[in-house]
């Protein structure tokens, strides 16, 4: 994550904290993020040295005016300003990291070769809650190359307990050892 991003990212989190309003910002920064991310081509409007500065901030008047909170759009016209509007999407991670971190939120991402059950989501988020100390926000992606079992990814961190690492690591050892 770039410097920018971080800086720009510290200061609308603590802009955000001082009115309260934390979560209303990390929600309407990812539902933008998201947005941008399916529409490149705005974000490259908003950057084009083809219109001037005032017009790209009218774009952004015209299309946010109303629908986010007033700091967001003055956010965004700021970044546009300063030609940083393509860092937009790693100052909502950033952001979003902030809103983690002050709320003791640890974000998982558990993979696995078949779709967990809400029970086995729920066990595996107090498990996860016990062994961390930190509310759990779990998302699960399927891939099939895991074969079974399961994979966390946390924190930067990987735990993998899915079939295809056990094998990998059997392969391994026998290639590893000596006759």
């Known amino acids: 994550m770039s410097q920018v991003a971080s800086v720009y990212a510290q200061g ?11 979560k209303t910002f990390l929600q309407q920064l990812e539902v933008l993020r998201e947005a941008f991310s399916q529409e490149p081509d705005f974000l490259r409007l ?5 219109l001037t500065k005032q017009e790209r901030c ?5 299309s946010f005016r109303d629908r986010v ?3 967001i759009l003055n956010f965004m016209k700021l970044l546009t300003e300063k030609s940083y509007i393509r860092q937009f999407p790693q100052c909502c991670k950033a952001f979003t990291e902030l809103y983690n971190e002050a709320h003791n939120i640890l974000p998982v991402q558990a993979v696995s ?3 967990l059950s809400q029970e ?4 595996l988020t107090r498990k996860l809650e016990a062994i961390t100390g930190k509310k759990i926000q779990l998302s699960c992606r399927l891939d099939g190359t895991c074969l079974g079992g399961l ?6 961190r990987r735990v993998d307990g899915t079939v295809a690492n056990t094998l990998s690591q059997i392969s391994n050892m026998l290639k ?4």
């Open 12 to 22: 609308l989190y603590s802009l955000a904290r001082e009115e309260q309003q934390e």
């Open 46 to 50: 908003l950057s084009s040295h083809n």
């Open 58 to 62: 009218q774009v952004l008047e015209d």
């Open 69 to 71: 909170h007033p700091y």
């Open 113 to 115: 070769a078949v779709e």
């Open 120 to 123: 086995q989501k729920d066990r």
């Open 151 to 156: 994979r966390l990814d946390y924190d930067g």
């Open 176 to 179: 590893n050892t000596v006759l």
